[in-house]
């Protein structure tokens, strides 16, 4: 019976010096469930409070008190003033208006130009022109800026988010 127990604790020791936390850069919402998490080697941008530096490059470390933003760039978790949040949906979308609009004016051109018809067609030129514009006016929503202070709080913690 000691065997049994001696065997199981040291399976369980086993088991527990595998499961080591990794840091991540938490930037939560205050009074909400809304949070983000950055991992070391992830993309990240923020912008720091004493010199307005924006920085964009991949976490190198973490410490309980700063990050280290690319290999020499260490800022102290208290002049981080912005971090900002990046979404890759409407990154496609934006890709995907420029390509259809640009696209269906080459199309068409080429179509009337076989056909030996007028190349550019005006009603052509508007279509295309407002996909490129709803592809322009996507472009703001990328990305998010949280402002680290009185609703965005930044801390680093020894968990993992996804």
């Not at 190198?60 to 008190?65: G, R």
């Not at 981080?80 to 199309?107: E, Q, S």
Request: hydrophobic fraction near 45%; proline fraction near 2%.
């Amino acid at each position: 019976m000691v065997m049994r127990k001696l065997i199981l604790l040291v399976l369980f020791l086993i088991n527990y010096s595998g499961l080591n936390a990794q840091k991540t850069l938490v930037v939560e919402k205050i009074g909400t469930m809304t949070r983000y998490g950055f991992h070391l080697g992830d993309d990240v941008k923020i912008q720091t409070k004493t010199d307005r530096l924006i920085l964009k490059s991949y976490i190198w470390e973490l410490t309980d008190s700063s990050v280290t933003i690319g290999i020499h760039h260490t800022v102290p978790l208290t002049d981080v003033g912005a971090v900002y949040k990046y979404y890759h949906f409407p990154n496609l979308l934006t890709k995907f208006f420029f390509i259809a609009g640009g696209g269906y004016f080459v199309l068409d051109s080429f179509n009337n130009m076989i056909n030996k018809e007028k190349i550019f067609n005006p009603q052509t030129f508007l279509i295309s022109c407002g996909l490129v514009a709803v592809g322009c006016a996507i472009i703001p929503l990328h990305q998010k800026k949280c402002r680290i202070g009185i609703k965005w709080r930044l801390k680093v913690m020894d968990i993992n988010l996804n």
